[in-house]
């Protein structure tokens, strides 16, 4: 049950972060086009730098920009604050709870996977930015390269391992892994609480059934450590190299 919801917990979480990622990135969005299309005209308001004119929605909209403020602040004045506020606790919720992708972060290096992946969207926003604002490309088009960069820096850190060198592993050794730290969730009867069927139904209690999810097992097991799920039964290192040298023995 403790594993289900928190199934959900992960959903509604990456839902809320998504909804109010849009109210932030949408508003954004608008707030940079209407910049851009902001014009000086005559007999404007004193303090105004220059208007907009927009239809949407049946009616005509006419936007004014102050800098940096009218003489007297209006009483009904909105703030686009919520829409970010909200976007960064719900992603700072998943940055810390989320088990997703665990290639990111079942590394040693995994700090830098996130300064690296940092860089990279900063960089590319500004290339963005820059790029809407008509800059000379000149002045700015080092930062795709650099980015491309981080990012390849990123998928290397986080590349596989090489595989373990080491002694044969038997069919029965095998098991006897997968018995000690599969079993209790995938077993057509599984004996966790949590599970009523295997889960994806990936039952692995016979040499026939590890033999037919292999390659499944070894991106789970041996490459991103997804599995046994938060490591509840405490695989050791030892262990998934044994299970992976099994595996690739198969071929
Ligand atoms: C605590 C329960 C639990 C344990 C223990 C566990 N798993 Fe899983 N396993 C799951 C759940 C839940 C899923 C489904 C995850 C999902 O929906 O993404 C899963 C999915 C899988 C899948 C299918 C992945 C796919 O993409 O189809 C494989 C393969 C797998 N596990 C292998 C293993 C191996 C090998 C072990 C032991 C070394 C193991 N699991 C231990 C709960 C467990």
Redesign the pocket.
């Known amino acids: 049950m403790d594993?289900f919801l928190g199934e959900w917990a992960n959903l509604l979480r990456h839902w809320a972060h998504l909804i109010v990622g849009i109210g932030w990135i949408g508003s954004s969005f608008y707030f940079m086009a209407l910049d851009y299309s902001l014009s000086k005209r005559e007999r404007m308001n004193p303090g105004v730098l220059g208007s907009a004119w927009r239809v949407h929605g049946g009616g005509f909209y006419h936007v004014e920009k102050y800098t940096v403020a009218p003489a007297q602040l209006p009483p009904d004045l909105h703030w686009f604050q919520w829409e970010v506020y909200l976007t960064w606790v719900t992603g700072f919720g998943l940055m810390m709870v989320v088990p997703h992708y665990p290639f990111l972060f079942s590394n040693k290096q995994a700090w830098m996977v996130v300064a690296l992946i940092l860089i990279a969207g900063a960089l590319i926003r500004h290339y963005l930015n820059r790029t809407d604002a008509g800059d000379d490309w000149g002045k700015f088009g080092w930062t795709a390269p650099v980015a491309a960069v981080a990012l390849l820096a990123a998928i290397f850190v986080t590349a596989p391992l090489a595989p373990s060198a080491g002694g044969e592993v038997s069919d029965a050794q095998a098991l006897a892994?997968?018995h000690k730290?599969?079993t209790?969730?995938?077993a057509v009867n599984p004996t966790?609480e949590?599970?009523k069927e295997a889960?994806?139904n990936?039952a692995?209690e016979t040499i026939a059934d590890l033999k037919k999810?292999a390659q499944?097992?070894y991106l789970?097991?041996v490459q991103n450590k997804a599995?046994?799920?938060?490591n509840?039964?405490a695989?050791t290192e030892d262990e998934r190299a044994a299970?992976g040298r099994w595996v690739r023995a198969l071929k």
């Open positions: 594993v892994i997968t730290h599969c209790t969730c995938h966790h949590a599970f889960p994806k990936v692995l999810y499944l097992i789970q097991t599995m046994p799920l938060g509840q039964t695989m299970l």
